[in-house]
């Protein structure tokens, strides 16, 4: 496919094809942010799938959730765009557990995929398609959860899509329910049962040389049996798994319980951390974020707000030659209070600085408290996620906008 655009979007090249879609990737115009688009070129996929697809997620927003900018028509085909995620899928990032538990860093995922799922199930929306390659995880330990062509809208009759009886996703990452062709919240659940005894045992549970013994082997799951060949398994995530893989639905319900039990303790997220005045000292309090671009305007800003008291962490003062710059940014995104998220457009157009923003963004919510604070430093559209937010605007007056952050870090 050649290159196309138009005024706002630049399509560059194709990523990949699925059924019901082709997906590719490309840039805004002018600022060069990432983007990802999907369409139904050629005999892939119909229109109205793909609309379907979009006004789902066009309802939605949660960090760990991909966010859908918008639908548009060029050169009389329809394309959804959306944010571009730089990662990997559930099994290619997560370390096996040693079998028995889960790691900190599989908790931590596990954890953040049960409060996407809850969050969709709130929506009255079952994902439907819970398949590794569906979940993705940046290289901060952010999830996404993707793909939403096989999401089944609670309440609704959808027979125009899903007619009785058909059977929609990925034959291993099904449930019961699946095979009727009625999946619920429950069967999302039966699913993440499946997804936590492959990461423990390296194996799909109902792994089978055709299509027929994988359906068989889920309608007749014994959870006790796949579970015998992991030795000392941790009782509380062994109950876990126990209970999401229940025949049937209404026995899943403790095992959901009982996970948010199990990643909250595993997750080093807990408990909350102190506030400002009682963090150790020598602790980062603000890590400026910001693009190569940017180096002499995020410099300035670290300079006035050091002279004001503020304890700043920037990368050209912190990291020095040897150090893995991925490990000590990391590191300081942890330790960190606040993340100065400075928006311009070369920021938008940064791969680093989104994943960035977005795993503080993601610490935010699983916190309740404000992590993120956005500086305008040059004119630029703000990310979707932070339009309703106040920024402090240091392209009109970087006095009073500094004036603003040290108001709020409690310098002035």
Request: glycine share 8%; hydrophobic share 40%; net charge negative.
């Amino acid at each position: 496919m050649e290159r196309f655009s138009n005024d706002k979007y630049e399509i560059l090249g194709l990523l990949g094809c699925g059924g019901l879609g082709s997906v590719y990737w490309g840039k805004t115009r002018p600022e060069g942010a990432p983007v990802v688009f999907k369409t139904v070129v050629g005999n892939v996929g119909t229109p109205r799938y793909l609309d379907r697809e979009y006004r789902v997620l066009s309802k939605l927003s949660h960090p760990n959730i991909v966010q859908v900018y918008e639908q548009f028509v060029l050169d009389g085909t329809l394309w959804i765009a959306m944010e571009r995620i730089d990662g990997v899928s559930l099994f290619e990032a997560l370390p096996r557990a040693g079998a028995s538990a889960l790691s900190h860093v599989a908790a931590r995922v596990f954890g953040q995929l049960q409060n996407a799922l809850e969050y969709l199930h709130d929506h009255r929306i079952v994902h439907g398609d819970l398949s590794p390659g569906n979940l993705l995880v940046d290289p901060y330990g952010v999830l996404k959860l993707v793909d939403f062509e096989h999401s089944r809208l609670l309440g609704v009759d959808e027979s125009e899509y899903w007619p009785a009886g058909s059977i929609a996703g990925t034959p291993l990452y099904m449930s019961p329910e699946h095979l009727s062709g009625s999946p619920t919240v429950e069967s999302d659940y039966f699913v993440v049962g499946t997804l936590l005894l492959e990461h423990l045992s390296g194996r799909n549970p109902f792994h089978g040389p055709d299509f027929a013994s994988v359906l068989r082997a889920i309608a007749t799951a014994d959870a006790s049996h796949l579970l015998a060949p992991i030795p000392q398994v941790d009782p509380q995530l062994r109950d876990t798994i126990l209970s999401l893989l229940a025949e049937s639905p209404s026995g899943r319900h403790p095992g959901w319980d009982l996970l948010r039990m199990v990643t909250r303790h595993y997750t080093p997220f807990e408990p909350s951390p102190a506030p400002v005045e009682t963090r150790m000292k020598g602790h980062p309090s603000v890590f400026i974020s910001h693009s190569s671009l940017d180096k002499q305007i995020a410099g300035g800003l670290a300079l006035e707000l050091a002279k004001r008291g503020v304890d700043v962490w920037l990368d050209e003062w912190a990291i020095q030659v040897g150090d893995s710059i991925s490990r000590r940014v990391e590191e300081a995104l942890e330790n960190c209070t606040y993340v100065i998220l400075l928006l311009s457009p070369g920021a938008l157009a940064s791969n680093w600085v989104d994943k960035e923003w977005r795993a503080a963004f993601s610490r935010e919510m699983s916190r309740g408290e404000v992590t993120v604070l956005p500086v305008l430093a040059a004119k630029c559209e703000l990310p979707p996620l932070l339009r309703d937010r106040k920024y402090a605007d240091i392209s009109e007056s970087f006095e009073r906008g500094v004036n603003e952050l040290v108001r709020l870090l409690g310098k002035d």
